[in-house]
């Protein structure tokens, strides 16, 4: 006979399951090979997707959309900061412009300047200050490259006092007898190559007392410093307006004054 409603009676095979329906387990002599089949979806749902090989995932993309729409994501703060460095790398390679005018004035190299420029740059606030100092030192050396790269060593040394030497001993010297920037950087620089420099220093000022030029005096005598040759004490009579001819004046004025008062 007809198979009715349910399904074919007797022997006979059974109607497939109902859209949605997982199918009947195989038996299992005939499981196939491979991986493990995904467990029976619930029914009415469509099949399960394969697992991902191609594009992100469609939650991943759309949070990659929001990174370049919204600023305030954690994840835009690394495109800020690098940005900030390119900014800040790029303005390290700008000189400022007080000492691009500088090197123009003294005709310094642009290595030269850039040397500058980065020490300046790693100084705490002095930056005004110690563009005036350079112009101090500089001006009138003969030779302002050299002079600069003493106060550059100085600078990332931490020592540099501008016009004033970091030798205590030579700034008291340069203010006794005048000496100009150039001749007391010189004389500071070259007294760290001495064995003695506190008895060279002694020595060194027997001449300047004695001398109208000191700071002529002290660049006359750097040659002789340099190549390590021992310092003699002056023993020339002091020149006409030299710091020990003003003070033997100011002596004898004194001593007349006292006569003039013990007379009268």
Known sequence: GGCSGGGCGGGGLRSPPPLGLPLPPPAMGMMPPGPPMLPPRPPGMPPAAPPFMGAPPVQDWHRTMMVYQN???????????????????LSSMTMEP???????H?????RHARMLDEQLKRRNNTFEED????????????NPADL????????REDIFRGVKTPNPDVEKAAKKYKLDAPSACKLAEVLETRNDPDSDLRKICTHLARSNKPSAMVMKMLKDLK????????????AIGSYEHKEEQRRQSQRSRSRGRGGG
Not at 106 to 110: A, I, V
Not at 148 to 155: E, T
Not at 227 to 238: F, M, S
């Open 106 to 110: 003294f005709n310094l190299s642009d």
């Open 131 to 142: 563009i005036a100092s350079m112009y101090e030192i500089l001006k009138g050396a003969k």
């Open 98 to 104: 007080e000492v691009v005018e500088l090197a123009h």
């Open 227 to 238: 190549d390590g040759k021992p310092v003699e004490d002056c023993t020339h009579a002091p």
């Open 71 to 89: 600023p305030d994501l954690a994840e835009n703060l690394t495109m800020q900061q690098a940005l900030e460095y390119d900014q800040a790398k």
């Open 148 to 155: 600069l790269m003493v106060s550059i060593r100085w600078m």
